[in-house]
């Protein structure tokens, strides 16, 4: 009997449908972060909030879910997700081949790429000027071995988290963070003047939304809340509320045929 009992356990673990199981519980637990500005951060009044915050909430009204956040970080996302601690990741997460491997990626939902932020003494280098300097970047990230690709002498300085980070960076104990252009022009601006952006990429940096392998049901439900955010106007929205201005490129949209 318990044979029995255990085949049909693993039956049902095969043939289980995560989007009917979500649609039961009734709401979508997603991983975001909370030091990542303007895409996932705790705003003055303690709440949650950004770009992913928006774009989750608003695919989960289309699935008729409600949404409850869970804090993750670049180093422990993929961990948690395939744990079955979040239904699903909105972390500025860059869709690569490694991770494919590992989870399933939505389509492309924002587009960035890597920079250089560094203090207002050094606004006039350029990357080969830092080939040997300390650059800062987070764990779990792509950044830190971009970086270090390109400029193999370099020495990365690894960080849990974006302000752990920045203020190293401004206290002269390392010499510049290498992450993604939206994030360095955001500290810029918020500085006042006393951290540049570095002027050129070097590296391109698709984000996707991130669920565990072999669901399609639920992610074709999550492409097409994507798509729909693009159709109706809400992703332009959404972006134009986050960087003050209309998204020089928008997610790819599939015809419903």
Same mark, same amino acid.
């Given at each position: 009997m318990k044979t029995i009992l255990f085949l049909l356990f693993l039956i049902s673990s095969v043939f289980s449908d995560k989007l009917e199981t979500l649609k039961d519980k009734q709401f979508l637990l997603a991983g975001v972060k909370y030091d990542y500005e303007?895409?996932?951060?705790?705003?003055?009044?303690?709440?949650?909030?950004?770009?992913?915050?928006d774009l989750i909430k608003y695919i989960a009204t289309k699935l008729n879910l409600d949404v409850k956040f869970k804090q993750v970080t670049s180093s422990n996302r993929i961990k948690l997700l395939k744990e079955g601690a979040v239904d699903i990741l909105a972390a500025s997460?860059?869709?690569?081949?490694?991770?494919?491997?590992?989870?399933?990626?939505?389509?492309?939902?924002?587009?960035?790429?890597?920079?250089?932020?560094?203090?207002?003494?050094?606004?006039?280098?350029?990357f080969k000027d830092l080939y040997?300097?300390?650059?800062?970047? &987070?764990?779990? %990230?792509?950044?830190? =071995?971009?970086?270090? !690709?390109?400029? $193999? /002498?370099?020495?990365?300085?690894?960080?849990?988290?974006?302000?752990?980070?920045?203020?190293?960076?401004k206290g002269?104990?390392?010499?510049?963070?290498?992450?993604?252009?939206?994030?360095? &022009?955001?500290? %810029?601006?918020?500085? =006042?003047?006393?951290? !540049?952006?570095? $002027? /050129?990429t070097f590296s391109y940096e698709p984000y996707g939304i991130g669920i565990i392998e072999?669901?399609?049901?639920?992610?074709?439900?999550?492409?097409?809340?994507?798509a729909d955010s693009v159709i109706d106007?809400?992703?332009a929205n959404i972006y134009e509320k986050w960087f003050g201005k209309l998204p020089a490129k928008l997610p790819e949209v599939w015809s419903e045929e």
């Open positions: 303007p895409f996932g951060f705790v705003n003055e009044k303690g709440r949650i909030d950004g770009f992913d915050i997460m860059t869709h690569t081949f490694k991770r494919d491997k590992e989870i399933d990626f939505s389509i492309s939902y924002f587009f960035d790429g890597q920079a250089l932020l560094v203090n207002k003494k050094d606004a006039s280098k350029t040997e300097s300390k650059i800062g970047a &987070i764990k779990g %990230a792509t950044s830190g =071995n971009n970086f270090k !690709k390109l400029f $193999p /002498k370099s020495k990365i300085i690894l960080f849990n988290e974006y302000p752990q980070a920045l203020r190293s960076l002269g104990h390392i010499d510049a963070i290498t992450t993604d252009l939206s994030w360095c &022009i955001l500290q %810029a601006k918020k500085s =006042n003047g006393k951290l !540049k952006v570095l $002027p /050129k072999n669901e399609s049901n639920f992610l074709d439900a999550i492409n097409e809340a994507i106007g809400t992703y």
